[in-house]
């Protein structure tokens, strides 16, 4: 063996060993890498556009100022008046809920008369329990499904952890308002956290608590089943999330019998990229009735992003989430797309001395009532723009400070839109966080009515109309990919065949062996020959029930990879008939 063969093999052993204690960081690196180098690309860009709206490369220049292609400035005491507004938000994950209860939106929604959803749509709609009697001006007739939000499981005993909420729900008369329109009530069920999840699902003497005292309050309330939120569901219990599912679906039907009620409805929110493949779809689809696909929180922390973007330069939205889940198996007709009433506000901060750049931070979240009300509908001097990509309004406003504020939102718009790429992709509706959010803005309702009400409804593809052609045509192959991994396989048998056929020459094979850019090239023809075999095998595990999980995926190719290599360089053909 010659001395450059074993210095490749210490160099290849190295980053074996280097790989194998680096492998818990594998799947955030597979996961991390197509969105730092997205929100790079999309932040740089950024730099670029708020450098020339507020008119600081003109600056630089010594050049006027007051160009027609500037952001108009607003005054400072705009700028206060609006840091000093107290949000409704606030209250969007338990904080400060008083704000909320304090400032209770007065809706007309019901001064208008909706049609009835058609048969088989499905609306599905969160109501916070801290939006109290929010639910009273609700078009229950555009809902078909409401999930009060939440029983928080609190995960070392499975009792309740939300005192507030659980009292709400026992006094209010949401239930029989809603059913006397037909419309679903669900009880929601949340618990966040892996952390939380794995103290949770490991002790299974746990979840009878949980059981008993959501039978309790169902039937208490005459609700019709519940709604699970599990986020951050870790790799470890996703046997045991299926079996705790199945356990609570069974106990909920045999409790429904005894008093004569139709079998529970199981609602199951699906994440929207973290931590997806944790749930196992394909068993999962024999125990719920409805799968909640998360479209939102696709929001970054350090860039300015859309909170449901459509599709973006990452992997990190709407398209990409849907088009997962349904190659995963998941039954697009008990499928719905879950869309945001809500926006986020960015602070904008100019460069300075202790930084050459532009710096975003999130200051709030807002609900699109607030939007409305403070900013597009005020005389606050500001610019909208549609991102075409992302399919969502940007209202950028800027200051004498040369500080910004940007607020990413849907509009009716930009929902249409959204809906119409539901629509397309065959799901069965659309799910709406939250309801209440939008305050008296009934233009989201007739746009519901509109998509979901009338027999007769013409959709456009939003994603062929953004990418054109070559994209789609990527697209139709993929959704196609059965035939062509077909096609691709046929081919490799072709060339494998090709290749024993070549080597029974002699001197092929003796140019092989000692020709080490020609077994150089040899082993790179086995990793060609070896990728549609691979993807083959891994099509035929998922079809079966099988998922192999991403980072495993990498270690399972490596070290195949590893094989091949070692065993193609050891291998010696016979060269005792080399010559005739």
Known sequence: MSNSFKKVQKIVLTFLIFFVTSCSYVKK?????????????????????????????????KKQTDSLNNIQKNPLEQKNMINTYGYLFEGINDVNLDKI????????????????????????????????????????????????FSYSVNPTSGANDNTEAIEEWKKTSLID??????????????????????????????????YTEI??????????GIDLNFKDLPYGRSNEFVQFVKEFNQYLKNLYL?????????????????????????????????????????????????????????????????????????????????????????????????????????????????????????????????????????????FEDNTMKEIYFDDQFTLSKKYDYAINNNLKGVGIWALGYAGNETGLWKLIETYFSENKLTVTN??????GF?????????????????????????????????LTDWRIRKSIYRDKTFRLIAILIVFVLLTPLVVFIQELLTKSGWYIKSSFQVYISFFLGMFVFFAFSRLKFDFLKEKP
Do not use: C
């Open 29 to 61: 690196i597979d996961q991390g890498i197509r969105r730092t180098f997205g929100q790079i690309s999309r932040f740089e860009r950024q730099q670029k556009l708020y450098t020339k709206r507020l008119g600081l490369d003109e600056l630089n220049k």
């Open 470 to 502: 070559p994209i789609n045509v990527t697209r139709r192959i993929l959704q196609n990919k059965e035939v062509f991994i077909a096609i691709i396989i046929y081919l490799t048998m072709a060339v494998v065949l090709g290749f024993i056929l070549a």
């Open 258 to 398: 005894s008093v004569n009620k139709p079998p529970p409805f199981i609602a199951l929110t699906l994440p929207s990229f973290y931590d997806r493949e944790n749930y196992q779809i394909k068993n999962l689809t024999e125990i719920v009735d409805l799968f909640v696909i998360n479209g939102y929180e696709y929001d970054s922390t350090s860039s300015p992003k859309a909170v449901a973007p459509l599709q973006s330069e990452d992997t990190q939205n709407i398209d990409y989430t849907v088009q997962y889940y349904l190659n995963q198996g998941l039954p697009a007709d008990r499928a719905i797309l879950a869309l945001p009433n809500y926006g986020i506000l960015w602070n904008i901060l100019p460069p300075s001395e202790k930084s050459k750049q532009f710096e975003a931070s999130i200051e709030r979240k807002l609900t699109l009532n607030e939007i409305q009300n403070l900013y597009l509908n005020s005389d606050i001097m500001a610019e909208l723009e549609l991102d075409p990509l992302a399919m969502n309004q940007i209202y950028r406003v800027g």
């Open 462 to 467: 939003p994603i062929s109309e953004i990418n």
């Open 101 to 148: 209860l304090d400032k209770p939106t007065k809706q007309d929604s019901m001064a208008f008369q909706y049609k009835s959803l058609r048969l088989n749509s499905e609306v599905f709609g969160w109501h916070p329990y801290w939006l109290g009697n929010t639910w009273e001006n609700y078009p229950f007739e555009l809902l078909s499904t409401l999930s009060f």
């Open 177 to 210: 308002v809603a059913h006397n329109k037909n419309t679903r009530v669900l009880l929601g069920i949340s618990l966040y956290g892996q952390e939380n999840q794995n103290a949770f699902l490991k002790e299974n003497n746990l979840w009878n608590n949980l």
């Open 215 to 224: 039978g309790d309050l169902l039937i208490l309330k005459n609700a019709d």
